[in-house]
């Protein structure tokens, strides 16, 4: 609604109001149906990933991106092998 047209409408102040709240509720019904397909979007994505390539550990399987998490996941296991066996 252009600015320069709110007078004639708002000296009907029940209709002004009624106009007013209908406007809001449009409004929000669009930012949720919005967000709500930005939500969908992202799941799908998120969905259709391939599950990871990169290295993974010997021990638990757990895959990483890259190399040097690997080697410092390892490390994890060598000191908690080493703290049962005392």
Known sequence: MEPDL???????????RSSQ????K???QHRVCL??????????RKAS???PSGPSCPIC????????GLIGHLRTHNTNHR????
């Open 35 to 44: 967000a709500e397909q930005k939500r969908a979007k992202r799941k799908e």
């Open 61 to 68: 399987g757990r895959t990483f991106h890259a190399r040097i």
């Open 21 to 24: 709240k209908v406007g809001a």
């Open 83 to 86: 703290n049962t066996n005392s």
């Open 6 to 16: 709110w007078e004639k409408p708002a000296q009907n102040r029940s209709a002004w």
């Open 49 to 51: 990933d391939a599950p």
């Open 26 to 28: 449009k409004h929000a």
